[in-house]
Structures are given as structure tokens and as C-alpha cells.
């Protein structure tokens, strides 16, 4: 109970997380960099979203298509077809696409 309190989880959620194993959200990894996005700046900056995204990621029913469309090169044009976190990716994306002013 400590540990899913620690990660902002209900008990239920942990254990169905536990359950995925330790290479269930390997694709988000691939998938930000795609994106690019730096999945290690983003764990860094915000690691509450980054904690979601890979919660969203383990339970994805949509692996396959994933692996293929990374696999393809295109999961940029495509994520907002099948992923779950395709919010939240789609406005991480944009912020990486807008220019930056000073």
C-alpha cells in the first residue's frame, strides 16, 4: 500500500502493473524518441506525466500495432490512429515542433 501511495497508484493498479512485467512499457521509450522527445529530460522535468504515459503504455492493447509502426518509421504520422496516450504524446510532440522564442 506504501509503495502505490508512493507512486500516486491504487494497490489494484500496482499489482496489474507488477503482473505486465519489467519490458511492458519499452515501446513509450522508442515512441517519445520518434517523437523527439528525450524520455530521460521528460522523466526529469515532469515525472508525473512520464509515470502516466508509461501506466497508459503497460495496459495498451494496441502493442503490435506500436512495434510495426516504429519498426515502419512512421509512428509520427500515425500514433494519433492507435495509441492511448496519443494526448498527451500529441502535445509533447507539438511542443518539440514549435520554434523556440526568446
Known sequence: MRIAKDLGVAVSDLRGLA???P???D???KMLLALSVDPQAL???D???MRDLQRICIFCSQKS???HELAEGTPAENFREFCPN???LEA???QKEQPCLH
Open 23 to 25: 519490458g511492458a512499457a
Open 27 to 29: 515501446a513509450l521509450q
Open 43 to 45: 522523466a526529469k522535468t
Open 19 to 21: 503482473a505486465k512485467g
Open 86 to 88: 496519443a494526448y498527451t
Open 92 to 94: 509533447l510532440f507539438k
Open 47 to 49: 515525472p508525473a506525466v
Open 65 to 67: 500495432r506500436c512495434q
